[in-house]
């Protein structure tokens, strides 16, 4: 199993995740177009030469799903039942074409789940950079894990 029992995980450990990706001007204009989200920030060059930002920048949305989806095989994958929401989403800096990013994942809580005796609640802090250490994305994700099935 690649994801981690929620019994096997600590409050603080840190994944510092082995895949990085750089994004393509592809990976934006795919992702902003299949969302039909017509801001001129990720499709327009021209436009965006004269904002404070030079050039296009890449979907925040994509951005969270990229920071999200590098983590799941170090984290949840095949021990997950449900994601349970994302919070305190944030993106300091923009992400730009060609920026490659790295993921750091932090176990903030873990607490038993009520309702299912065979699993936990656990939330962790994702936090995406780009290649110069930059803070490019962060948030909490909280989802219902799988406790260690019994020998």
């Not at 903030?108 to 802090?125: H, M, N, W, Y």
């Not at 250490?133 to 909280?142: A, E, M, Y």
Request: charged content about 25%; hydrophobic content about 40%; proline content about 3%.
């Amino acid at each position: 199993m690649a994801g981690v029992w929620f019994d096997e995980m600590e409050v603080g450990q840190v994944f510092d995740h082995a895949i990085r990706r750089t994004v393509t001007e592809t990976d934006n204009i795919l992702f902003t177009t299949m969302t039909h989200n017509p801001a001129l920030l990720h499709l327009d060059e021209e436009y965006m030469k004269g904002t404070e930002f030079g050039a296009r920048i890449v979907n925040s949305a994509f951005t969270l799903g990229l920071m999200v989806g590098i983590s799941v095989g170090d984290t949840t994958l095949g021990t997950a039942v449900a994601n349970l929401g994302w919070d305190d989403v944030r993106f300091p800096k923009p992400l730009f074409h060609g920026d490659t990013v790295n993921v750091r994942t932090t176990v903030l809580e873990l607490r038993d789940s009520k309702s299912r005796p065979d699993a936990g609640i656990v939330t962790f802090l994702h936090e995406a950079f780009n290649q110069q250490g930059d803070l490019v994305g962060t948030c909490k994700r909280t989802g219902l894990q799988r406790k260690k099935p019994a020998a």
